[in-house]
């Protein structure tokens, strides 16, 4: 059983930063594919990022590459969703989920089987 908490949410000025941390239990984090996935009011969930289980591949979305990066630190069980330039439209609770299934389309929802609570993350204009 894997359970993900996710912390540093906040409400924040467009233009600004936020560091979303997810930390992971359990001996098998370094095996976990890692995604982040946001949810604004009523809408779908979105992909946001995902990184495999070395972090020698990550992948994003496009309305956040070159603002946000993902990374992890497998010593400390914990990845990392660097938010640089906020956007009012960022503005969405914040999933971190993990699968230790070889999936290849990391972008899909499904595909992840375990799931955080979700942080707020509110950007003001």
């Known amino acids: 059983q894997v359970q993900l908490v996710e912390s540093g949410g906040g409400l924040v000025q467009a233009g600004g930063s936020l560091r979303l941390s997810c930390a992971a239990s359990?001996?098998?984090?370094?095996?976990?594919?890692i995604g982040w996935f946001s949810q604004a009011p009523g809408k779908e969930r979105e992909f946001v990022a995902a990184?495999?289980?070395?972090?020698?591949?990550?992948y994003y979305a496009d309305s956040v590459v070159g603002r946000f990066t993902i990374s992890r630190n497998n010593a400390k069980n914990t990845v990392y969703l660097q938010m640089n330039s906020l956007k009012p439209e960022d503005t969405a609770v914040y999933y971190c989920?993990?699968?230790?299934?070889?999936?290849?389309?990391?972008?899909?929802?499904?595909?992840?089987?375990?799931w955080g609570q979700g942080t707020q993350v509110t950007v003001s204009s």
């Open positions: 989920a993990a699968t230790l299934r070889l999936v290849s389309v990391l972008q899909r929802s499904p595909e992840y089987d375990y």
């Open positions: 359990g001996r098998t984090f370094s095996s976990l594919i």
């Open positions: 990184i495999t289980q070395s972090g020698s591949s990550r």
